[in-house]
T-cell receptor
Framework: NAGVMQNPRHLVRRRGQEARLRCSPMKGHSHVYWYRQLPEEGLKFMVYLQKENIIDESGMPKERFSAEFPKEGPSILRIQQVVRGDSAAYFC?????????FGPGTRLTVT | EDQVTQSPEALRLQEGESSSLNCSYT??????LFWYRQDPGKGPEFLFT???AGEEKEKERLKATLTKKESFLHITAPKPEDSATYLC???????????FGKGTKLTVNP
């Protein structure tokens, strides 16, 4: 059973560009979560999605960030007009309901 | 505001030297206390879930316990391969999000 998959693993963007981060949950998991880990800080919740629905986006910045989990395909975290402060590791987790299993993360660097 | 605090921030042990990591939490209606292990450059790896005070779970050299205000991760006779950052997270009632502590970086010297 393949684990949670994220791609790309590393992403470099210039200020003002868009970043798209993808997450494929574990087989059979219908719950997807996105977290952000800044240097020297803990993991911070961003958004919780089920297929075609955003359930909780209380941790998402109000502007430039969006997330989706379509009926078919991976979940996408999209960051528009990136700024240097967006540089971080972004982790996706999936769950059948209960424990959350994390992917390897995407490390975003904004230059 | 919900909070999860881990101590110490860093811990150095000699191989075989047992110790405990602490996680204190203040959440409303705890629905689960989770322990993860994170190696550098990797995602958190799930270890344990505890649901109620008095519960204990074990896996190899690790044992997690839970009280009404804190959880402990006991490491018995650690080995160098146990070196990692250990993360604690709490899930409160009415929410599915995990609130993480900043972690304890454990180094086990041979």
């Amino acid at each position: 059973n393949a684990g949670v998959m994220q791609n790309p693993r590393h992403l470099v963007r210039r200020r003002g560009q868009e970043a798209r981060l993808r997450c494929s949950p574990m087989k059979g998991h219908s719950h997807v979560y996105w977290y952000r880990q800044l240097p020297e800080e803990g993991l911070k919740f961003m958004v919780y999605l089920q297929k075609e629905n955003i359930i909780d986006e209380s941790g998402m910045p109000k502007e430039r960030f969006s997330a989706e989990f379509p009926k078919e395909g991976p979940s996408i975290l999209r960051i528009q007009q990136v700024v240097r402060g967006d540089s971080a590791a972004y982790f996706c987790a999936s769950s059948p309901g209960g424990e959350q299993y994390f992917g390897p993360g995407t490390r975003l660097t904004v230059t | 505001e919900d909070q999860v605090t881990q101590s110490p921030e860093a811990l150095r042990l000699q191989e075989g030297e047992s110790s405990s990591l602490n996680c204190s939490y203040t959440v409303s209606g705890l629905r689960g206390l989770f322990w993860y292990r994170q190696d550098p450059g990797k995602g958190p790896e799930f270890l344990f879930t505890l649901y109620s005070a008095g519960e204990e779970k074990e896996k190899e050299r690790l044992k997690a316990t839970l009280t009404k205000k804190e959880s402990f991760l006991h490491i018995t006779a650690p080995k160098p391969e146990d070196s990692a950052t250990y993360l604690c997270a709490a899930k409160e009632g009415g929410s599915e999000k995990l609130v993480f502590g900043k972690g304890t970086k454990l180094t086990v010297n041979p």
